[in-house]
Every structure is written in C-alpha cells, then in structure tokens.
C-alpha cells in the first residue's frame, strides 16, 4: 500500500549543553585506594581512607598531599567541617573487629590530630557527616536516614528519609543536602526540612562516597575508580537529555461495522506529535490513507481528519499514522527559589490554562478543601505544584476502573487512572493559581518492538522563569523519596507525545492520541480500536 506523504514537521530543536548538576569539572586520584569520607575546610580537601587509617589534606587543584592525620579509629567512613573542626564518624565504634558496627563521632584538632571530643552514637552503620551550620547530620544506612544530631551529646534533633535504598556521601551547601547512593549511582539534592528530593543526577562513576561543598562545586570520591571530582552544582541548563531512542510508530485506528444498520457518518482525529524537549521528530509524517483535511484546535493541537459517509454492515474503515523520532530521557533542574509566584506568570498563560472545566470542576468544595490542606499559605509556584504532587500521591492509589471522571468525584474516591490522575491534579493547580495542561503519548512497553493499547497521560504545569515543566502524578505513588522525584520534571524515552491540550475541543474532546464520532442507523453495532507498534531504527 502506497504511502502518503501528507504532513512535515518543520521546526528543528536543537540544545546545546553547557553545564549542568553533576557534570564532571575536572577530576584527580585519591591518595589511597579506599577514599570514604570527604570534606572541604575553605581552602583544602580532607579524605578519609579506611585501609590506611589515615585522612589526608589534599589540594583540590591536582590532588597533591599537603599532609596527614592518623585517624581517630579504624574504619572512618565520614568527615565533616565546623569551621574550625574536623569531624569524623567511625563505623565500628573505634576498634578493628569484625562486623562491630556502632556508629563513632570524634571532634579532632586540625593541626595536630588530637581527639578533642568522642560521643557514641545511636546510629548503628553510619556512611557519611554533614555540618549545617548548628548541627551535624549523618548518613544512617542501617535504617535508611538522614539524621540531624547534637555533637556535643548526639542526641537527635529529627530525622528524614535517606532519598534511596544504599546512601553513602553527603554534603550541605548552606540550602540543601547533597546524598549520595551508590546502588543507584546518582546523587541528589535534598530539602532538609522534608526529605523531599528536588534533584536528581548522575554520580561521575560506579561507587559513590563522600561528597564535600567548597561554596561554589561540589565535590565526590568514588571507590570503584579510586578518583575525586569536582562537579558542578548549578549552572544555566534547565535540563538534560539522554539514552536517546530512534524508533517508529505505526498508530492504527480501527472502525468496525458489525451492522446490520449503516454507519451514517464517521469522523475520525489523529493528534500529530511535534518537536518537543522530549522528541526529535524525523522526516515527514505518513498517512494512508489521505485525511480529509488537518484541523488546530483552540489548544493549538493539530490533528489529521478523515469523514465517511454510509459505511455498511461488514466494513472496517482503517486509518494510520507512522512517525519516525528519536526520543531522549529528560531529566530537568529546578532550584525552587529560581521560581516565582503566581504574580510572575504571563497573563496570557492565566487566560488560557487558568479556565475552568467539566472535568475539572475546581470550585467544588472537594477541591477548595484539598488545595488549601495542601498549599496553605505557600506562595513560591514550585512549593506550590510540588505539595499538591505529595497531596495527591498520599490521597490516591492508581486502578484503572474504565470511565474518565470528574477531578472530585475521583479525588472524593481515592483512586483513578492516569487520566484521572491528571484531571485531578490539573484541577488543584488551578484552584491554587498554577496553570497546567496535560500530554497524551503512546509507550513503549518493554521491548524496542513492542505493541500499546494502554497509552499514558500526564501533567505539565507553568512554572515562572522556567517554563511548562512535566509532572507524572500517577508515577508519583513510590515508597522512596528518589522514586517519587523521578516523577516531577522527568521525562522517558518510552513516550512519543502526541496531544498537548488544556480540555475538551471540539476535535480531541478529552481524549489523546486519536478520537472518533459516528452516527448510525438504529440497533447497528460499532466498535473502534486503536493501537501502537513500535519498530526500533537504526541511529
């Protein structure tokens, strides 16, 4: 079957990367071959080293030895700096035995080494020391914590949960916690207050420790490549993009008369995908057979159209669309006070994704009730957006039930599909001030050469100063903090994008991806499928 070639994507997205969290600076060997502890003390590195019992002044230009302390015990797994002490945590409670863990801190005198102070902690297998300032904070890998602790007696002031399953090195920046994980190889930024992640990128290799801040760069040693990195923290680059995919889409839409009436008139839409952050679309787009014609909606949504007349009983009317895209996982920056509040969002964006709607109802008093339990008096548009995020993924559990109900009537329930996920949180941005839209797209589901019948719907929400950030509130419902992050201003390469819209249309209605309206003669039997098949491509 011939081809047609009907619609040409004519936008070309480029991004130029300059720096980013994470990225490596430069980067030099650590002066033994078991770097655990790291620490920074205004004008040199302090590493640790577990096998030499030793910790070492370095220069964070090329690494060089200034000189060395005897460690206070014998398996010291994290530094920290006051100011004008080094602090130290030992992992087996001073002494050389075999599985002894009991958590250690020592206070040492810089110039010479001396033990000024020695507390036990009630931490059982502690990784890494952080000071903020007033206190001291301490990875706890036994139960999975970041806890903020009392030097003089170790007494804990409160504790939050470790972003993942294995933290190692942690850092304060004078805002924000930096963790380490060294099963999951990233490292993240970390609101103190909550434990919320906020920032996710990867570690510069295979087994992460200790992480210091010199007051610009953050630093990290690495176990597995025996290196220390100096990496950046913050630059200009909202986002990153990775792991690019290259592959094709055949969308499918099926229509079938099982009679014995007619089918009077049928109208069908397929939503045409475009460049986004997310996707490179490649080439032209192909229809067969030709649409009709190609309709915008008041979203801006451009869809391609085909109208039958009298199609009788028997008939199956097929429509399909084949898209070639490279797609990229997406993982972007936010730093909440980069954000503004509500008053800095363009009146325009307001006008537009502020209405309210069927689906949305946001002046019902469930959601009046649930935007003021979740933002209270919050006023930064990120803190906004991110305690609704918690409040829906704490107030709701996913079940895809059929049906796409109101955002109360789901809120009300507690549970929903994705779509119901997004009306729901839609609705409460809103409510809050926030414009939000929503995105449909077609999955990959597992395999490179794979078939969705399933398809995902999803959230954006204006954010000043930055722009429409994705937000996955279904994805959310993780145990782990790191888990529920990857949901908020991230992005897979499993999804093409094909609808963007802020409601119902005329074309799209509440639907994505494709739409369908028929008239029939009386007691005529139709039904519709529509369906995706990947087919992976050579880069």
Known sequence: MKKLILFTVAVVYSLTLVAYPGK???????????????????????????????????????????????APGYWTVGLAWDGKYLWAVDLKGGIPKNEAYQGKLYKIDPKDGTVLHTVDLSVVYPQDLAWDGHYLWVVDAS????????????????????????????TFDGRYLWVSDRARNEIYMVDPNSGIVLLITSSPNEYPRGLAWDGKNLWNDDSQSDKIYKLVRKDKDLYIRTKERFAQLTYSHLTTNFGPGKIKTLDVYLAIPINRVNQDIVG????????????????????????????????????????????????????????????????????????????????SPVIQKAVKEAVGNEKNVYWIVRHIFDYVREHMYYKMSGGWNTAPTVLARGNGSCSEYSFVFISMCRAAGVPARYVGSVAERGEAASTDDVFHRWVEVYMPHLGWIPVDPSGGDQKLPADQARFFGHLSRRFLITTQSGGGSKTMQWTYNSNERYTTEPQTNVVVDYFGDWQPLEK
């Not at 502890?37 to 230009?61: E, H, N």
């Not at 139960?143 to 804990?156: A, H, I, M, N, R």
């Open 284 to 363: 032209d787009i192909k229809f067969e057979p030709k649409p009709t014609d190609f309709i915008t909606d008041r979203w801006g949504q451009k869809v391609a159209h085909y109208h039958f007349e009298n199609i009788p009983a028997g008939k199956r009317m097929e429509e399909e669309m084949v898209v070639k895209a490279k797609m990229w996982d997406v993982s972007y920056f936010i730093f909440p006070e980069d954000v503004g509040t509500v008053a800095d969002i363009p009146q325009d964006i307001k006008s537009k994704y502020l209405v309210n709607d069927v689906k949305y109802q946001y002046d």
């Open 24 to 70: 490596v600076v430069s980067m030099f060997s650590t002066p033994g071959h078991f770097a655990t502890g790291l620490t920074f003390d205004g004008k040199y590195l302090w590493v640790a080293d577990r096998k030499t019992d030793l910790i070492y002044q370095v220069s964070p230009k090329d690494g060089k030895v200034i000189r060395t302390l005897k």
């Open 143 to 170: 139960s999975k914590k970041l806890v903020q602790f009392d030097p003089e007696d170790g007494t804990t002031i409160k504790s939050i949960p470790a972003p993942a399953g294995s933290p190692t090195g942690l």
